[in-house]
């Protein structure tokens, strides 16, 4: 199984400040037909994840553009520009370039 | 808008069994893959099962393979998850969500709000 490793856990941030979330994965995500297939996921408090990053890099419909992923390989990057209050939540990183569907254990985002 | 609506989450004692049920609209049902992914109280993301468009194959984590059966019914827009020999570590809110499996994108866009199951005695 591909195991998915996040860092940091937790990252209390100022509001308008940027983050950024680092994913690894245990083994390359690039998948035989030459795409990669990691996404990002905000889970707001209280609430059902919600898909903000496919394909390492493409925007979902309706997220922000100060939303952004990148990275190759192993390594993966979510970055938020720009922090707002709204943007408080645990984000996961997961690979579906092989099954099993694995995900980060998640990054908690909080205001300082 | 794409809406999924989750039911069937209830009590129950290990050993137990129960059926998941998750209702689709918004959306061409018989044209996307689905799954469910489930979170334990205060945990992250753990993936369940995936379904082909067609319902003629599923995908299980280890962890569920011979206790879970995933199936769907296109002709009324539905998903399932028949869950069997409960055990209190698939204490959970399990969520059915479209999954998208093209050349170009896997990744699950649309979720529902989720059904809980606990099991204990």
């Known amino acids: 199984d591909i195991v998915m490793t996040q860092t940091p856990l937790s990252s209390p941030v100022t509001l308008g400040q940027p983050a950024s979330i680092s994913c690894r994965s245990s083994?390359?995500?690039?998948?035989?037909?030459?795409?990669?297939?990691l996404s990002w996921l905000q889970q707001r408090p209280g609430q059902p994840p919600r898909l903000l990053i496919y394909k390492i890099s493409n925007r979902f419909s309706g997220v922000p553009d100060r939303f952004s992923g990148s990275g190759a390989g192993t390594d993966f990057t979510l970055k938020i520009s720009r922090v707002e209050a709204e943007d408080v939540g645990v984000y996961y990183c997961?690979?579906?370039?092989?099954?099993?569907?694995?995900f980060g254990e998640g990054t908690k985002v909080e205001i300082k | 808008e794409v809406q999924l609506v989750e039911s069937g989450g209830d009590l129950v004692q290990p050993g137990g069994s129960l059926r998941l049920s998750c209702g689709g609209s918004g959306f061409i049902f018989s044209s996307y893959w689905m799954g469910w992914v489930r979170q334990a109280p205060g945990k992250g993301l753990e993936w369940v099962a995936n379904i082909k468009t067609d319902g003629s194959d599923g995908y299980y984590a280890d962890s569920v393979k011979g206790r879970f059966t995933i199936s769907r019914d296109n002709a009324k827009n539905s998903l399932y998850l028949q869950i069997n020999s409960l055990r209190a570590e698939d204490t959970a809110v399990y969520y059915c969500?479209?999954?998208?499996?093209?050349?170009?994108?896997?990744?699950?866009?649309?979720w529902g709000q989720g059904t809980l199951v606990t099991v204990s005695s």
């Open positions: 997961m690979q579906a370039t092989q099954f099993p569907l694995t």
């Open positions: 083994q390359s995500l690039v998948h035989s037909n030459g795409n990669t297939y």
């Open positions: 969500a479209t999954y998208s499996f093209l050349l170009q994108s896997r990744h699950f866009d649309n």
